[in-house]
Nanobody, 117 residues
């Protein structure tokens, strides 16, 4: 099992920045991916950014150029630096952990990000 604890959400004005953090604990296998999804009211949950322990990344088109994902493997922590935030970025952001070999997924409880216009 893997437990995920997120922090860093909040309210920010359009054009501002926020940094999300997510710490994983429990049984962490080496071949994994960690990242962020988000879900806005009335919409499906969507990928924001994902990073493999090898360093490979995957970004949603909406995040490219504005958001940067990074991770500290020694701390089993993933970060999402969000710049130039827009009102349409308003959503609950969920931390995600994926065991590549067994294809098991784990989710955090979510953290609210609200961008005011």
């Amino acid at each position: 099992q893997v437990q995920l604890v997120e922090s860093g959400g909040g309210l920010v004005q359009a054009g501002g920045s926020l940094r999300l953090s997510c710490a994983a604990s429990g049984t962490i296998v080496s071949n994994n991916a960690m990242g962020w999804y988000r879900q806005a009211p009335g919409k499906q949950r969507e990928l924001v950014a994902l990073m493999f322990n090898s360093g490979g990344t995957n970004y949603a088109d909406s995040a490219k150029g504005r958001f940067t994902i990074s991770r500290d493997n020694a701390k089993n922590t993933v970060y999402l630096q969000m710049n130039s935030l827009k009102p349409e970025d308003t959503a609950v952001y969920y931390c995600y952990h994926f065991r590549v070999n067994t294809r098991e997924s784990y989710w955090g409880q979510g953290t609210q990000v609200t961008v005011s216009s």
